[in-house]
């Protein structure tokens, strides 16, 4: 008995290590080889084109399903929304509910009806608000045969079922190893290369060396998400001495944008694993890390990026403005500071394909190690990225317009929202002063009073689409 | 492979609350994920900090009495049902509905029962009458600091007198629908719902 086991382990064992040589083999020659420099063997394509096809196979059986079976069939999101609004200003909305007294909104005075305007305002939001919903995943308008999209889709049919298993075996099995070996690589490979190249002293040598071994464990890592990335524009890319800032869906973003050129980071400084990679890369190049206690003074950060940028050999600043993360289907407030530090604005839009997986990190439902776990269980990560011309602020332009000016820019180019909210509603609680401005403008409707600026805060921003 | 959202909800509650509410069958599963998207609690019911959390209601200067109509006298949280039956009275009145036998007990969406929930808004002490102070609180809400005590007081008692048709010095509600009885309230006091 002992004997048949101990032939079984050392069998096992022959097959091990004859398997492990191969494995490496084919990672290395098949996959980090490539990717360092920069080159595919078109095997992500041809996968990604296999999962569309089955997708939208996938989702012409469910509606069938859904044909065939109506009571079964749970309504799809809506991408415009519960309910229909009015799109009126605050005096439109009032003037029309006084409409049944003799004297005209510009005389003033109170009506009973005004506080009908408020209700109605008040339990629309309840029903549907623009905001809450940012903070969670968006819903898709087709499962995409994912346990963890499935909200609102029954059970159709046996093939759908086997699909769906078959997708799961081949993600958690097939797929998810793969990439874990590849993420460990690449960032080795990152803290060991940056270290090395900290050792030199040529400096030409240093910068050309340090781009290298960026681009390609950023490269190794994105092989890592199967990230599928399209680069529009690259006669925009960000110069040297720029500063670039996009909208923020995930931490992810940094590996998508750092694919095709190198950028200093900006950020806190953390202890243990993240504190190693920050500590080894700044060795070979300038990034710019905080301490916690620096960052809550404004001043301080603000002349230590523009010290960043006045050097003008630099790389440029990556930047994230909204200060949280969004779910990509909208933009929200661009935080003043970075528009404050002067140089060019390199904004870029990046928009990832919903289908292939979620990339938005929900950092009150899961963390970091929970949540990477998760992007590289999906399909793939596909996601466009579009280089917007640069920027600089105008005459007379202060840095909120200014930022808003890029927000919306970044908004309209990758189809997304563009709201005037600020992402810190994720955490805390709206400002009264939003409120004191509604009383505000109530208030002068009352008195009467004529010349007012009728700009509505935070009323619905067009959808471009 | 079943759903998670509308789970927890059972035709034959879906079947009640349609009876109830005259909502549809799909508008009733998205509310409920609606409701459930707020519940951050996860259960079941709503309590007044799950509505604070929702920014364009915080800022409503009648943010809280809103929320308040939720809640029964005393209570503090709300279920399900409790709040497809405050969100009942602003369904838009169908026309099928317009013509219905006057016998038959009141929709919750009918255009009486939109004003009384107007009504109630105002009449702070729920005795039936909006008195002087009442009028002045839920002016107070609505203007905030921006107008002085006695113009807000003179603005009160010239909305008390247009309405007041007994000399009670107070608004009934039949006073009230009365000063109320030219505005489309059907169409102003709904929620237009896309599908």
């Known amino acids: ?465 | 492979m079943g759903s998670r959202a509308s789970s927890l909800l059972r035709e034959e509650e879906i079947e009640e609350i349609k009876k109830e509410t005259g909502f549809s069958h799909s508008q009733i599963t998205r509310l409920y994920s609606r409701f459930t998207s707020l519940d951050k609690g996860e259960n079941g019911t709503l309590g007044r900090e799950d509505f604070q959390r929702i920014p364009e209601l915080a800022i409503n200067p009648l943010g809280d009495r809103i929320i308040n109509a939720f809640f029964p006298e005393g209570e503090d949280q709300v279920n399900f049902r409790g709040f497809m039956r405050t969100l009942a009275h602003f369904r838009p009145i169908e026309d099928n509905e317009k013509n219905k036998d006057p016998t038959a007990s009141e929709p919750l969406n009918s255009r009486i029962n939109k004003l009384l929930f107007a009504f109630q808004l105002y009449d702070l002490d729920r005795d039936d009458k909006i008195s002087r102070d009442e009028l002045l609180q839920v002016l107070r809400m609505m203007v905030g600091v921006n107008i002085s005590d006695e113009q807000l007081g003179s603005i009160a008692d010239r909305t008390i007198q247009e309405a007041d048709q007994n000399g009670d010095n107070s608004i009934s509600f039949n006073e009230f629908i009365k000063v109320l009885e030219k505005v489309d309230v059907e169409q102003k006091m709904s929620i237009r719902f896309l599908h």
Request: glycine share 8%; aromatic share 10%.
């Open chain 1, 1 to 465: 008995m002992t004997d048949l086991c101990g032939g079984g382990m050392e069998g096992l064992w022959s097959i091990a290590v004859v398997l492990l040589p191969v494995w490496f083999s084919v990672m290395i020659g098949f996959i980090m080889i490539p990717a360092m420099f920069g080159l595919s063997l078109g095997v992500t394509s041809v996968y990604i084109q296999i999962l569309v096809k089955i997708l939208e196979w996938a989702t012409l059986r469910i509606e069938r399903g859904h044909r065939e079976q109506p009571t079964l069939s749970v309504p799809a999101p809506l991408p415009f929304g519960l309910i229909q609004r009015e799109g009126g200003s605050m005096e439109q909305e009032m003037g029309e509910l006084r409409r049944y007294r003799t004297q005209s909104i510009s005389r003033g005075e109170f009506a009973l009806s005004d506080s009908f305007y408020f209700y109605i305002k008040g339990l629309e939001s309840i029903v549907d608000d623009q905001v809450t919903q940012r903070f969670s995943s968006e819903e898709l308008v087709s499962w995409n045969l994912l346990t963890r999209t499935n909200h609102n889709f029954h059970y159709i049919s046996l093939r759908l079922t086997i699909i769906w298993g078959l997708g799961v075996i081949i993600r958690y099995c097939v797929l998810f190893p793969l990439r874990i070996t590849l993420a460990i690589i690449g960032l080795t490979w990152l803290v060991i290369g940056t270290t090395l190249v900290g050792f030199l002293s040529n400096k030409r040598l240093k910068n050309w060396l340090s781009e290298l071994v960026h681009l390609m464990c950023y490269r190794i890592c994105a092989r890592g998400l199967s990230a599928t990335i399209q680069y529009h524009n690259k006669e925009n890319k960000p110069q040297k001495g720029g500063i670039c800032v996009a909208n923020h869906t995930s931490p992810i973003d940094i590996v998508i944008l750092a694919n095709d050129g190198c950028y200093a980071m900006v950020g806190q400084s953390h202890g243990g694993l993240m504190g190693v990679i920050q500590r080894s890369m700044v060795k070979s190049c300038p990034h710019v890390w905080f301490e916690r206690s620096e960052m809550r003074d404004r001043n301080a950060v603000t002349s230590r990026l523009r010290a960043h940028v006045a050097a003008k050999t630099n790389l440029p600043i990556l930047i994230f403005p909204e200060g949280t993360c969004i779910n990509n289907t909208s933009v929200m407030m661009f935080k003043k500071g970075s528009f404050e530090i002067g140089g060019t604005i390199y904004p870029v839009a990046i928009k990832y394909d919903p289908r292939f997986g979620d990339a938005f990190w929900n950092s009150a439902k899961y963390n970091m190690v929970n949540y990477l776990l998760r992007m590289m269980t999906s399909w793939a990560i596909v996601v466009n990225v579009w280089y917007l011309p640069p920027m600089t602020r105008r005459e007379g332009e202060d840095a909120a317009q200014f930022a808003n000016r890029v927000k919306s820019a970044i908004a309209h180019q990758g189809g997304l929202l563009d709201m005037a909210w600020d992402g810190s509603l994720k955490r805390a609680k709206v400002k009264e002063a939003f409120k004191e401005q509604q009383q505000k403008m109530y208030s002068s409707m009352v008195m009467g009073k004529k010349g007012r600026n009728s700009q509505e805060p935070h009323t619905e921003s067009t959808r471009r689409q």
